[in-house]
């Protein structure tokens, strides 16, 4: 089963809060991770990843928390500004170098 | 340095027809992925070429091909068109092969009528 899961369309966070985006998984081989944001009419745009060997990985605002035995991945962004405001998606790398995405999760941050 | 460009931006087609997309890398990337995006689903992904040779293939039927040529850039193709295939299709380049992090184009928008 390869299945990644991104199980809330939207999310709407007040500017300068804490805005935590979350994924599940199915598959225990899959060994890497990567989030990306996506604007309309953009391509996707990489923000932070994290190996199956680590638990947590922070760039600037943005930490990735990966919990192996729950098979679940969270996104935290601190402070949430409004050009957050986007798509984001989860993705995870299977045995085969294959990245299988989420559906994703629209993020509104509110003045 | 220029992104990852992929034209046309946006295409319609008759249903039976067939169809070519073209995705040009970032300089000194050698690694292209083609995924298939439709309303509400994530990224499907279709195949990965590096120094021209196809390295992985996603689960999608024949009808749908690629090359990847010796400056890098790469071709999409879908023949027999169907309406199933209307989709946003994106190309995403990387200096490396497998799964990492990648670069992607705005997408061509493809519509099968």
């Known amino acids: 089963d390869q299945q990644v899961k991104q199980n809330s369309p939207s999310l709407s966070v007040q500017e300068g809060r804490i805005s935590i985006l979350n994924c599940d998984y199915t598959?225990?081989?899959?060994?890497?991770f990567l989030w990306y944001k996506k604007y309309p009419a953009e391509g996707p745009t990489f923000l932070i990843s994290?190996?199956?060997i680590k638990d947590k990985n922070e760039d600037g605002r943005f930490t990735v928390f990966l919990n192996k035995s729950a098979k679940h991945l969270s996104l935290h962004i601190v402070p949430s500004q409004p050009g957050d405001s986007a798509v984001y998606f989860c993705?995870?790398?299977?045995?085969?170098?294959?990245?299988?995405w989420g559906a994703g999760t629209k993020l509104i941050i509110k003045p | 340095k220029a992104g990852v460009t992929q034209t046309p931006r946006y295409l319609i087609k008759t249903r039976g027809q067939q169809v070519t997309l073209s995705c040009s890398p970032i300089?000194?990337?050698?690694?292209v992925s083609w995924y298939q995006q439709t309303p509400g689903q994530g990224l499907q992904f279709l195949f990965e070429?590096?120094?021209?040779?196809?390295?992985n293939k996603g689960n999608f039927p024949g009808r749908f091909s690629g090359r990847q040529f010796s400056n890098s850039r790469s071709e999409m193709n879908v023949s027999t068109l169907e309406l199933g295939d209307s989709a946003l299709y994106l190309c995403?380049?990387?200096?490396?092969?497998?799964?990492?992090?990648?670069?992607f184009g705005p997408g061509t928008r493809l519509t099968v009528t």
């Open positions: 995403a380049s990387s200096w490396q092969t497998g799964g990492y992090e990648q670069y």
């Open positions: 300089s000194g990337h050698r690694s």
């Open positions: 070429y590096f120094s021209e040779t196809q390295r």
């Open positions: 598959n225990s081989m899959f060994d890497y």
């Open positions: 994290i190996s199956s």
């Open positions: 993705a995870a790398r299977n045995e085969f170098y294959q990245l299988i």
